[in-house]
């Protein structure tokens, strides 16, 4: 897999991930404009086990790191993969 695989649908407000004909998604809602939650990981059965889905919580944190956006984690598995990696939790929206 490459770093262009991820896409980004707006109007679906999801992140696209196509494997082996299949299609990994994570999906977001817009808090503010540079906030967003993530709320919901989907790896389809067939890609279960390959790392697919924390292939995709990686590449949806570095785009969200290169555009500067923060997120809220609402995504079990989002919220699982921050734990393991702590220096994302710099991304993460502080609410005052």
Known sequence: MEDKDLILNKNARRF???VKGHMATLYYE????SVWQLTHTLVPDPLKGQG???Y???????YCQKHQIRIIPECSFVIAFIQKNP????LL???E
């Open 16 to 18: 696209e991930l196509p």
């Open 56 to 62: 995709l919580v990686e590449k949806v944190l570095e």
């Open 93 to 95: 929206f502080e609410q």
């Open 87 to 90: 220096e994302w939790k710099t």
């Open 52 to 54: 697919i889905g924390t």
């Open 30 to 33: 817009v808090y503010q404009p």
